[in-house]
Every structure is written in structure tokens, then in C-alpha cells.
């Protein structure tokens, strides 16, 4: 089966983490958000999957490349501007002959894709949606179905009080690639609020395809410290979590912890780090690779991206640090910050909570 993935986007709900980083490459416990993605795809018997590139390409096609580590084929489109949703994939359209998944690169669930696709293909639809049940519909795309699945309507972002279901846009469809043929090529075309609503309107079978269980949309912060959390306690774990899922802590290659530090799991530490004297860090918290954590610091549930290095007596609570960050001595970094790459935050340096701290700022 084939998959392509839309990852052209600019990520701007997650800035500053996404200024110098794709999106699909943020870190997810010291791996891409899209090596997740791809290792759920592999399980459930996708062996080509293509990526609808636009924003830091570069960066994506150098993790990947052809797919082989990660035990499938990659193929790469890149677009020049950006075409939408549907337009990206009219972008791919020679690359099918058969019914294939599409997928919003910022979602991870642990939907049954093989279920998925066996459905379509019973049902004689042109296209399926995977359907998701939401507290709050106001945020999402809302597809309301007859009762034998056949989708009647779509209405974006509605008010609580314009439908009569909870089911919304999960963010997978499956197409047949004949419903790409009369489309406008490079053109921006929206799945959501043209291409679908059109099928529709010209009395084509669209069906949808619900399921309960793990689903997130990574787009904004706190969404991503989440998942991040999610799959180190284990407790919504979409397919294989990290190995350190419960009460554990994983040390990476070559990194040294000192006796005197205190870890309260579950924790992860990549290679080639340094933990000082007295250090006190409580999970669920994550640490990239090559970081060094200066003695008597305290870091309570965060994510620290790679190359970061923290003074003594530094204080860190619930918030994000990209690459590259230097935080001196006696700093404090507040519940709900975002701190972006390069930072330099001078010594004594209070950043109040909520803060998001752009690349490349020296914070006095």
C-alpha cells in the first residue's frame, strides 16, 4: 500500500520550535514526529510513502532519505509555493494507479489502517475519511454521516450549536486517484473546504470511517509537550511507545550521571550527556543529545531539545528548549515557556511563565 504525507506546511502554531525546524521533524522523544508516523504506517503493511515537501526540505530528505533504515521507500515532492492540501497531492498524482492514504503530517493515532482500507474498498466510495470524536467541535472540521456511513456534510469550525455530531476530520482520508483527475494543477486546492464539499455536491460517494482511541494534532505547544508525556507514562500509547514507557529511566550512549544526582522516572537522556552533582530532574521529562545539565539545576517535566547546556542551580518547570540554548547560572524558566534556538539567557534570568523566547534572543 501507499501513503503520502502532507509536511509542506511552515508549522507557524508552533513557533519558535518550528523557526529553523520542520515540523515534521520536531522531536518526539528524542526521535522525529514523522519517524513515529512512518513506524505506524510500516506496521499496518504501507511500503511506499510520499512527502509533500515545502518548508526546510532539505532537512526532512537528509533524515530519510530513501526510506531504507527505516524499512520503506521514500519518494519526495517538492512544491515551489504552497498548493494546499489537496493541491500537494495533485502535486503526486502520477505516483498512483490504486487507492491510497493521505495523512496530515501533524497527527499520530492508532487508527487501523488496514481496517481503513478494507472498508473503502467494500463500501465503493471514492473517497473515506477517518472520523474521530471530539469534546469541543469548534476546532475542527465536523462531517456528519447517514446512518450507514455515507457522509452528508462537512462544515468547518462550527458553532457548538450548527451540528449534531461529534465526529470530526481526523486528519487520514483514502482516495481513488481518479478524484484528482479534474483538478487544477499547481493550484492551492483544499481538501477540507473545496475538493470534498465538491465530490459531494456532484453526488459522489464519500464515506466515513470512525474510530475511538489515540489520537493528537501536535500543531500547537502544549499539544506537543503531550505526546511527548503520553508516550514516556505509557498511558496513551499510539503502537510501540518509547521503551522507557512507565517507571524508568533511559541514559543515552556515553552519557554520565553523578551519584549525587536524583532521577524520578520516567526520564529519557540521549548520548553524550553530562548530569551534575545534585541535580534533581522529575518526569516525565526528555533530554536530547549532547546536553549538559550543570550541578544542583532542577528540571520538573520538560523538553530539552540537543546541544543545550544549563548552569548551576538552574530552574526549569514544565516548558520547551530548543537546540542550542545556553541558560546560565541561577536562571528560572517558567511553566508554559517556549524557548526557540540559539537562546542565551544570562545568569540570574527570570523568564515568567507563558514566555515564548525567539531564535537567537539574549534574554538579560
Same mark, same amino acid.
Given at each position: 500500500?501507499?501513503?503520502?504525507?502532507?509536511?509542506?506546511?511552515?508549522?507557524?502554531?508552533?513557533?519558535?520550535?518550528?523557526?529553523?525546524?520542520?515540523?515534521?521533524?520536531?522531536?518526539?522523544?528524542?526521535?522525529?514526529?514523522?519517524?513515529?508516523?512512518?513506524?505506524?504506517?510500516?506496521?499496518?503493511?504501507?511500503?511506499?510513502?510520499?512527502?509533500?515537501?515545502?518548508?526546510?526540505?532539505?532537512?526532512?530528505?537528509?533524515?530519510?532519505?530513501?526510506?531504507?533504515?527505516?524499512?520503506?521507500?521514500?519518494?519526495?515532492?517538492?512544491?515551489?509555493?504552497?498548493?494546499?492540501?489537496?493541491?500537494?497531492?495533485?502535486?503526486?498524482?502520477?505516483?498512483?494507479?490504486?487507492?491510497?492514504?493521505?495523512?496530515?503530517?501533524?497527527?499520530?493515532?492508532?487508527? &487501523?489502517? %488496514? @481496517?481503513? /482500507?478494507? +472498508?473503502?474498498?467494500?463500501? *465503493?466510495?471514492?473517497?473515506? $475519511?477517518?472520523?474521530?470524536? !471530539?469534546?469541543?467541535?469548534?476546532?475542527?472540521?465536523?462531517?456528519?454521516?447517514?446512518?450507514?456511513?455515507?457522509?452528508?456534510?462537512?462544515?468547518?469550525?462550527?458553532?457548538?450549536?450548527?451540528?449534531?455530531?461529534?465526529?470530526?476530520?481526523?486528519?487520514?482520508?483514502?482516495?481513488?486517484?481518479?478524484?484528482?483527475?479534474?483538478?487544477?494543477?499547481?493550484?492551492?486546492?483544499?481538501?477540507?473546504?473545496?475538493?470534498?464539499?465538491?465530490?459531494?455536491?456532484?453526488?459522489?460517494?464519500?464515506?466515513?470511517?470512525?474510530?475511538?482511541?489515540?489520537?493528537?494534532?501536535?500543531?500547537?505547544?502544549?499539544?506537543?509537550?503531550?505526546?511527548?508525556?503520553?508516550?514516556?507514562?505509557?498511558?496513551?500509547?499510539?503502537?510501540?511507545?518509547?521503551?522507557?514507557?512507565?517507571?524508568?529511566?533511559?541514559?543515552?550512549?556515553?552519557?554520565?550521571? &553523578?551519584? %549525587? @544526582?536524583? /532521577?524520578? +522516572?520516567?526520564?529519557?537522556? *540521549?548520548?553524550?550527556?553530562? $548530569?551534575?552533582?545534585?541535580? !534533581?530532574?522529575?518526569?516525565?521529562?526528555?533530554?536530547?543529545?549532547?546536553?549538559?545539565?550543570?550541578?544542583?539545576?532542577?528540571?520538573?517535566?520538560?523538553?530539552?531539545?540537543?546541544?543545550?547546556?544549563?548552569?548551576?542551580?538552574?530552574?526549569?518547570?514544565?516548558?520547551?528548549?530548543?537546540?542550542?540554548?545556553?541558560?546560565?547560572?541561577?536562571?528560572?524558566?517558567?511553566?508554559?515557556?517556549?524557548?526557540?534556538?540559539?537562546?542565551?539567557?544570562?545568569?540570574?534570568?527570570?523568564?515568567?511563565?507563558?514566555?515564548?523566547?525567539?531564535?537567537?534572543?539574549?534574554?538579560?
Amino acid at each position: 500500500m501507499k501513503a503520502i504525507v502532507l509536511v509542506g506546511g511552515e508549522g507557524t502554531r508552533l513557533r519558535p520550535l518550528t523557526c529553523q525546524t520542520p515540523k515534521a521533524m520536531v522531536p518526539v522523544v528524542n526521535r522525529p514526529f514523522l519517524e513515529h508516523m512512518v513506524e505506524r504506517l510500516k506496521k499496518h503493511a504501507v511500503d511506499t510513502i510520499v512527502l509533500t515537501l515545502c518548508y526546510l526540505p532539505e532537512l526532512i530528505q537528509k533524515y530519510f532519505k530513501d526510506g531504507a533504515r527505516f524499512g520503506v521507500k521514500m519518494v519526495y515532492i517538492e512544491e515551489k509555493v504552497p498548493l494546499g492540501t489537496a493541491g500537494a497531492v495533485k502535486n503526486a498524482e502520477c505516483l498512483f494507479d490504486e487507492p491510497f492514504f493521505v495523512l496530515n503530517g501533524d497527527v499520530l493515532c492508532d487508527l &487501523d489502517y %488496514g @481496517a481503513m /482500507m478494507r +472498508a473503502h474498498l467494500a463500501c *465503493g466510495a471514492v473517497a473515506t $475519511i477517518a472520523l474521530i470524536p !471530539v469534546e469541543d467541535v469548534t476546532q475542527f472540521g465536523v462531517v456528519e454521516t447517514a446512518p450507514e456511513g455515507r457522509i452528508t456534510r462537512f462544515v468547518e469550525k462550527p458553532k457548538a450549536n450548527e451540528v449534531g455530531t461529534n465526529m470530526v476530520n481526523a486528519g487520514t482520508y483514502i482516495l481513488d486517484p481518479h478524484v484528482l483527475r479534474d483538478m487544477p494543477r499547481n493550484k492551492p486546492v483544499s481538501f477540507e473546504r473545496q475538493l470534498f464539499p465538491g465530490l459531494l455536491a456532484s453526488g459522489e460517494r464519500l464515506t466515513g470511517f470512525p474510530f475511538t482511541g489515540y489520537w493528537i494534532d501536535i500543531g500547537k505547544p502544549d499539544n506537543y509537550m503531550e505526546l511527548n508525556y503520553h508516550l514516556l507514562i505509557g498511558a496513551r500509547s499510539p503502537g510501540k511507545a518509547s521503551s522507557v514507557a512507565g517507571a524508568v529511566v533511559e541514559l543515552g550512549q556515553g552519557t554520565s550521571v &553523578d551519584p %549525587g @544526582a536524583i /532521577m524520578d +522516572a520516567p526520564v529519557v537522556v *540521549g548520548e553524550r550527556c553530562s $548530569i551534575g552533582a545534585g541535580v !534533581v530532574i522529575k518526569g516525565p521529562t526528555v533530554i536530547g543529545n549532547g546536553c549538559r545539565i550543570g550541578p544542583g539545576a532542577r528540571l520538573d517535566r520538560v523538553i530539552v531539545w540537543n546541544n543545550v547546556s544549563i548552569g548551576k542551580n538552574a530552574r526549569l518547570e514544565h516548558c520547551i528548549v530548543a537546540n542550542n540554548c545556553l541558560v546560565n547560572d541561577n536562571c528560572c524558566i517558567g511553566e508554559g515557556c517556549v524557548v526557540g534556538d540559539d537562546v542565551k539567557v544570562t545568569p540570574s534570568c527570570v523568564i515568567q511563565p507563558g514566555t515564548k523566547v525567539w531564535p537567537g534572543t539574549l534574554v538579560t
